[in-house]
Nanobody, 112 residues
Framework: QMVESGGGTVQAGGSLRLSCVDY????????LAWHRQAPGKEREWVAS???????QYSSSVKDRFTIDRDNFKQTVYLQMNSLTPEDSGVYYC????????WGQGTAVTVSS
């Protein structure tokens, strides 16, 4: 029910904006999050946003990434700035604990 988009290939220092449309019925009352999985590594939580837009970030992306949501469009965004090769991976949206079905994700590749 979640469809991610916006990934691509950028050089280090560049920016990307990811989007995730949630086709579920409870978007407006759901805490949403972005997660990512680098090749050969486990999936990790990146950032969360509540319906009231209370936000948390992992220490690895704080001050570089911005999460936001549009409750009318049922979409959550992730603005990623100052990207480094360590940010490469497949990005997914879900709730913070990954309780929903995972989508296909959107791939981000940052070249050095």
């Amino acid at each position: 029910q979640m469809v991610e988009s916006g990934g691509g290939t950028v050089q280090a220092g560049g920016s990307l904006r990811l989007s995730c449309v949630d086709y579920g019925r409870f978007f407006n009352i759901t805490v949403l999050a972005w997660h990512r999985q680098a090749p050969g590594k486990e999936r990790e939580w990146v950032a969360s946003i509540t319906p009231a837009k209370n936000i948390q970030y992992s220490s690895s992306v704080k001050d570089r990434f911005t999460i936001d949501r549009d409750n009318f469009k049922q979409t959550v965004y992730l603005q990623m700035n100052s990207l480094t090769p360590e940010d490469s991976g497949v990005y997914y949206c879900n709730n913070p604990t990954g309780q929903f079905s995972w989508g296909q994700g959107t791939a981000v590749t940052v070249s050095s």
